[in-house]
Structures are given as C-alpha cells and as structure tokens.
Nanobody
Framework: QVQLVESGGGLGQAGGSLSLSCAVS????????MGWFRQAPGKERAFVAY????????YYTDSVKGRFTISRDDAKNTVYLQMNSLKPEDTAVYYC?????????????????WGQGTQVTVSS
C-alpha cells in the first residue's frame, strides 16, 4: 500500500509563494507518475499538474501555467509543487496522487493512491 503525505500548505498572500511537498512511501517511487490536484469548496477535484515517472515531462492546467512548477526528487521519494504569483482563486485543498499508468494522466480516476490533502488559502 503506497502512502502519500502532503505538507507545506497554509496561508499565503496574493502575489506571494507557497511550496508543497508530498512524501511517498515504498521502493517504487521512481516508477510512479505523479500528479497534484485541488478541490475548492463546493467544487469537484481538479487537475493541477503532472510529472512523468522519469521527471522529464510536466504538464499543467492552463490556470497555473507559468506560475506553478512540479518537480520530483527520487532520492527523497518526494514530489513538490512550487506555487508563485498566488491568486485568491488558488485557494483549495491540494492533493498529491500516484499512478502506475505511463503517459499523461490528468483525471482523478487515473490515479490509485492519494494523500490526505493540505489546505492552501490565499488572501487578497
């Protein structure tokens, strides 16, 4: 059973930055496709960012392109989400997720392991 634990959420200001981390248990982290999703109150869980197992391919939802950066450190079994130029509409619970599927995966159903989520609140 893969376990994922997010950290780094909290309160940020519009225009500021926050960094999220997701520690993944197990020996096979380097083989996992990883993603970040977010869920705002009253809304469905939505894709934010994707990174391939190799780390060589990343993909973002349009609303965060140029502001957010996903990365991974296989030596630390950790995936990161650097969030810059924050906006109030970035406020949500952020989840990291792992998938054994190769290739671009941007739907929640494509991921089979999830963290518990971390709250990000951006004030204007």
């Amino acid at each position: 059973q893969v376990q994922l634990v997010e950290s780094g959420g909290g309160l940020g200001q519009a225009g500021g930055s926050l960094s999220l981390s997701c520690a993944v248990s197990g020996r096979f982290f380097s083989s996992y496709t990883m993603g970040w999703f977010r869920q705002a109150p009253g809304k469905e869980r939505a894709f934010v960012a994707y990174i391939s197992a190799s780390g060589g391919i990343t993909y973002y939802t349009d609303s965060v392109k140029g502001r957010f950066t996903i990365s991974r450190d296989d030596a630390k079994n950790t995936v990161y989400l650097q969030m810059n130029s924050l906006k109030p509409e970035d406020t949500a619970v952020y989840y990291c997720a792992a998938s054994g599927v190769r290739g671009l995966v941007i739907t929640p159903g494509g991921y089979n392991s999830w963290g518990q989520g971390t709250q990000v609140t951006v004030s204007s």
